[in-house]
Nanobody
């Protein structure tokens, strides 16, 4: 059974940093996409960043490019979202996700099979 457990959310002031972690268990495929969605109150869910486990290819939504970095630690079956220069508009519940994929280009599209429980990120101005 696949399980994703997030940690690392919290409250920071604008310009600050946070690092989210997602520990993955029960998922041994290397051909998989892992990543993060977020959803702010009253807004639609938004894709944020993804990584293709096989080759480390990454994808970012335009609004976080240059500020967020997704990475993976295969030895720990954990992946991370380093968030720098945070803005109030980054405030949202962040969810880690995973699904199998044959190509890295699939990571930024389609539905995800597995979701974590979510971790709240709040950025104050």
């Amino acid at each position: 059974q696949v399980q994703l457990v997030e940690s690392g959310g919290g409250s920071v002031q604008a310009g600050g940093s946070l690092r989210l972690s997602c520990a993955v268990s029960g998922y041994t495929y290397n051909s998989k996409c892992m990543g993060w969605f977020r959803q702010a109150p009253g807004k639609e869910r938004e894709r944020v960043a993804f990584i293709y486990a096989y080759n480390g290819a990454t994808y970012y939504v335009d609004s976080v490019k240059g500020r967020f970095t997704i990475s993976q630690d295969n030895a720990k079956n954990t992946y991370y979202l380093q968030m720098n220069s945070l803005k109030p508009e980054d405030t949202a519940m962040y969810y880690c996700v995973a699904r199998p994929a044959h190509f890295s280009r699939d990571c930024s599209t389609g539905d995800y099979d597995h979701w974590g429980q979510g971790t709240q990120v709040t950025v104050s101005s």
